[in-house]
C-alpha cells in the first residue's frame, strides 16, 4: 500500500513542517528540494513560489501546519500534467540528482586533499600523528571501494587541490581501484593505500628549484632526483613502516625489464604492490606533468603505456588497470552517436562502454550543462574518443576539460 501524501496551503507554512518541493532543481534556490524550514526567510521565500499547494511529510515534522484562517480556501485540485510535462520533470529530477552525486564526489575529494595535506605538513614534526592521518585516509577509501560493489570512478570537475597532494591522491584511488580489480584482501589493500599515499614522501629532502624546474634536469638534477626512493625507504624506516609499504616506497620507479631505479631490478625482483603503484604512478605522471602542455589524455595515457612501455609493467597487472579504467576513462573527450560532444565525468567498471558525461549543448547555460548517465540512456553511445585540438573552441570552453586530471571515488549500492 503506497503512503499517503499530505499537501497544504502556503499559508499554513511554519517553522518545523518538513517540506518536499515538487520542482526540479533549476525551479528553486533551495540547497535541497526536501528539507525542514528552519527560519521565517524560508517560510517568505516558499511562499514566494507562487504554489497553490506544498507537499509535506508529517512524519518528519515538528509541529502541524498552522490552520487556514478561512475555510473558503477551496482544495487545490491536483494539477493535470500531460505525458510530456511529466518527462520533462522526471529528467529534471534525475539532472537534479546526476549534479548532487557529481557535487558530493568533488566535496569528498577536496576533504580528502586536504586531509593529505595535513599529513604532509607535520610528517617531520609529528610522524606518528601523520602515520595515523595516513593511515585513516587509506581506510575510508578501501571501505569504500571494498564495501560498495557499484563504486564508481569520477574525475573532479570542483577545484583540485595544490600539485604535490593531488598525485598523491591520484596514485593512491588508481592503485586501489587496481588493487580491488584484482581481487586484492583488504589487508593488502590497506598496505597498497598507504604505500601509494607515501608513495613520494622521500621528495621532502629535495629542492623545489630540482622539483619544479619547467626545463629538462641536467643529468645530476636527475640523478639527485631519482635519490628519492632511498631517501623515502629511510624515512619511512625511522616511521617503522611495514616492508610491503617500505617496498612501494622504494621501489615504485623500478621496471620489469630492469630499465628502472634506483636498483634496477627485474620482474622477479619488485614487490607485488610495488609494481600496482608503479603502473598508477607512471599514469598519473603521463596525465600530469609538470609541463600542461606535455599532458596525455587518459585514453593516450593508456595506449602509450600499453602500446609502447609494456615491457615495463606487470603484464597481468597493467590489462587489469586498463579494465579498471574503462575504454573511455573519466576526463576523456568524446563524441555521441548523435554527433554532439562531451567530456567523460564517471566510469562503472562494470559497464565501461557506458560512462556519465557532460554533454555540450549550446542552448544550455554551461554553469547548467546536460549531465548524462549512459547506462540510463540505452538510444545513446559513444562514438570514438579526441583529442582537445579535435574540437571546436567554444565546444572546449564550454566542456572545459581539467588540464590537471584529479580522481576520486563514489560508492552506489546495488550497482553491478
Known amino acids: 500500500m503506497s503512503p499517503q501524501i499530505h499537501y497544504i496551503h502556503p499559508d499554513q507554512l511554519c517553522i518545523g513542517l518538513y517540506i518536499q518541493l515538487e520542482l526540479g532543481w533549476l525551479e528553486h534556490d533551495f540547497t535541497f528540494s526536501n528539507f525542514k524550514i528552519k527560519d521565517e526567510g524560508q517560510v517568505r521565500a516558499l511562499q514566494a513560489l507562487g504554489l497553490q499547494r506544498l507537499r509535506y511529510d508529517p512524519a518528519r515534522s515538528d509541529c502541524e501546519p498552522l490552520p487556514l484562517e478561512t475555510s473558503e480556501v477551496p482544495a487545490p485540485a491536483p494539477p493535470q500534467e500531460d505525458p510530456e510535462t511529466r518527462a520533462r520533470q522526471a529528467r529534471t529530477e534525475k539532472l537534479r540528482e546526476l549534479r548532487q552525486r557529481v557535487a558530493e564526489v568533488d566535496r569528498r575529494f577536496l576533504q580528502a586533499s586536504q586531509q593529505v595535506k595535513n599529513l604532509n605538513q607535520i610528517l617531520r614534526s609529528r610522524p606518528e600523528e601523520a602515520i595515523q592521518h595516513a593511515g585513516a585516509i587509506v581506510g575510508g577509501l578501501v571501505e569504500t571501494l571494498l564495501g560498495e560493489p557499484g563504486v564508481v570512478l569520477h574525475s573532479i570537475t570542483g577545484k583540485g587541490a595544490e600539485d604535490s597532494y593531488y598525485h598523491a591522491l591520484n596514485v593512491t584511488v588508481l592503485a586501489l581501484l587496481l588493487g580491488r580489480q584484482l581481487g586484492l584482501d583488504s589487508e593488502a589493500c590497506h598496505s597498497l593505500g598507504l604505500g601509494a599515499l607515501l608513495h613520494d614522501i622521500g621528495k621532502m629532502e629535495v629542492p623545489s628549484k630540482v622539483l619544479l624546474k619547467p626545463e629538462p634536469l641536467t643529468r645530476a638534477e636527475q640523478q639527485f632526483l631519482q635519490l628519492h626512493t632511498e631517501f623515502g625507504l629511510r624515512m619511512g624506516q625511522r616511521l617503522m613502516l ?26 622477479a625482483g619488485i614487490g607485488r604492490l610495488s609494481k600496482l603503484v608503479a603502473i598508477t604512478n607512471q599514469f598519473d605522471n603521463l596525465c600530469n606533468p609538470l609541463d600542461p602542455r606535455n599532458a596525455l589524455s587518459p585514453h593516450e595515457a593508456l595506449a602509450l603505456m600499453f602500446k609502447q612501455q609494456r615491457s615495463r609493467f606487470d603484464e597481468v597487472a597493467l590489462k587489469a588497470f586498463i579494465r579498471a579504467m574503462g575504454v573511455y576513462p573519466p576526463g576523456s573527450l568524446v563524441q555521441l552517436d548523435d554527433e554532439r560532444y562531451a567530456l567523460v565525468l564517471g566510469m562503472n567498471p562494470g559497464q565501461p562502454l557506458r560512462p556519465t558525461l557532460i554533454v555540450h549543448a549550446p542552448d544550455v547555460p554551461k554553469q547548467e550543462a546536460l549531465i548524462l548517465d549512459l547506462e540510463q540512456e540505452s538510444h545513446l553511445s559513444i562514438a570514438r574518443s579526441l583529442r582537445p585540438a579535435q574540437l571546436p573552441l567554444e565546444v572546449l570552453e564550454y566542456l572545459n576539460p581539467r588540464q590537471q586530471l584529479t580522481y576520486y571515488v563514489e560508492p552506489r549500492p546495488g550497482r553491478s
Open 242 to 267: 611495514d616492508d610491503e609499504v617500505l617496498r612501494i616506497i622504494h621501489e615504485h620507479h623500478e621496471h620489469c625489464d630492469g630499465s628502472g631505479y634506483p636498483r634496477g631490478l627485474r620482474e
